[in-house]
């Protein structure tokens, strides 16, 4: 199990940038295949960005291809969402979540471990 802690979401004019970040505990997250996902009010949990765990691959939905762009540093436990050029419909609780030893995938039913959640809001 790894437990995860996303900081990073606040309110932005549409155009902006935010940065998520995603903090992980434990000793293994290099074997952690992690994601990004978000929910709107009265929708579904939907993928955003996915990092794999090994070979540096990264696979986007096409929502957000060339606005967004997920990272991470092992040496430091983390993941991370660049976001730029927001838009309204990107306005969500944005989720962290992590899939240990898992191919690269947009199924949020992959993923072990969430967490918590930071609400995004982008303003027209």
């Known amino acids: 199990q790894v437990q995860l802690v996303e900081s990073g979401g606040g309110l932005v004019q549409a155009g902006g940038s935010l940065r998520l970040s995603c903090a992980a505990s434990?000793?293994?997250?290099?074997?952690?295949?992690m994601g990004w996902f978000r929910q709107a009010p009265g929708k579904e949990r939907e993928f955003v960005a996915a990092?794999?765990?090994?070979?540096?691959?990264?696979y986007y939905a096409d929502s957000v291809k060339g606005r967004f762009t997920i990272s991470r540093d092992d040496a430091k436990n983390t993941v991370s969402l660049q976001m730029n050029s927001l838009k309204p419909e990107d306005t969500a609780i944005y989720y962290c979540?992590?899939?240990?030893?898992?191919?690269?995938?947009?199924?949020?039913?992959?993923?072990?471990?969430w967490g918590q959640g930071t609400q995004v809001t982008v303003s027209s």
């Open positions: 979540a992590a899939n240990r030893y898992g191919k690269i995938t947009d199924s949020k039913y992959r993923y072990e471990n």
């Open positions: 990092s794999g765990w090994s070979g540096g691959s990264t």
């Open positions: 434990g000793r293994t997250f290099s074997t952690y295949t």
